[in-house]
T-cell receptor, first 115, second 114 residues
Framework: GAGVSQTPSNKVTEKGKYVELRCDPI?????LYWYRQSLGQGPEFLIY????????DSGLPNDRFFAVRPEGSVSTLKIQRTERGDSAVYLC?????????????FGEGSRLTVL | AQSVSQHNHHVILSEAASLELGCNYS??????LFWYVQYPGQHLQLLLK??????LVKGIKGFEAEFIKSKFSFNLRKPSVQWSDTAEYFC????????????FGAGTRLAVHP
């Protein structure tokens, strides 16, 4: 596709449930990033993939959060035992390579609401 | 660790007014600096960036930003705003030479009235 695609665009779930959020980056982009944006805040880094491997997962808040990118393209962010504090917009971004040009191409985000 | 502070959370202007949005960062080493913009209903996109060289950087849509190293600042300016500039603006920093692990400020929501 032309841009970064994220699904679902909106997800409402109950506390304690499991959630998966999907990101389809721009074709050919080897670097993929997940960010989380809470209300009134800027995006907060979660994890960075270069190819299939998670090169930096220092932003994941705890072990309920996990992300994979098995074939170096599509990535899935997985959240176990969701809590109300997980409610946020989860943003995915990709860039052409690992080198830091600073230009990230963002998707429109998945808005997660935990009731 | 790096951090970014944006001083204005909400700004309201009339068309043709001048704009300056403040951004200060905290980091002792060499950084790269960015402004991203999010128009209503759209995704975040890069407005401009500073890596090295001329500290006055020009971006799209008539925006510019000036890097003042001694003040750890990277303020965004536009001489005359338009209604279509209504958006949220985010300042971001990353460590020079590193990958695109951007640290964002909290954002400034700009509303321009016709």
């Amino acid at each position: 596709g032309a841009g970064v695609s994220q699904t679902p665009s909106n997800k409402v779930t109950e506390k304690g449930k499991y959630v998966e959020l999907r990101c389809d980056p721009i074709s050919g982009h080897t670097a993929l990033y997940w960010y989380r944006q809470s209300l009134g805040q800027g995006p907060e880094f979660l994890i960075y993939f270069q190819g299939t491997g998670a090169a930096d997962d220092s932003g994941l808040p705890n072990d309920r959060f996990f992300a994979v990118r098995p074939e170096g393209s599509v990535s899935t962010l997985k959240i176990q035992r969701t809590e109300r504090g997980d409610s946020a917009v989860y943003l995915c971004a990709s860039s052409l390579e690992a080198g830091g040009t600073g230009e990230l191409f963002f998707g429109e985000g998945s808005r997660l609401t935990v009731l | 660790a790096q951090s970014v502070s944006q001083h204005n959370h909400h700004v309201i202007l009339s068309e043709a007014a001048s704009l300056e949005l403040g951004c200060n960062y905290s980091y002792g080493g060499t950084v790269n600096l960015f402004w991203y913009v999010q128009y209503p209903g759209q995704h975040l996109q890069l407005l401009l960036k500073y890596f090295s060289g001329d500290p006055l950087v020009k971006g799209i849509k008539g925006f510019e930003a000036e890097f003042i190293k001694s003040k750890f600042s990277f303020n965004l300016r536009k001489p005359s705003v338009q209604w279509s500039d209504t958006a949220e603006y985010f300042c971001a920093v990353k460590v020079s030479g590193g990958y695109n692990k951007l640290i964002f400020g909290a954002g400034t929501r700009l509303a321009v009235h016709p």
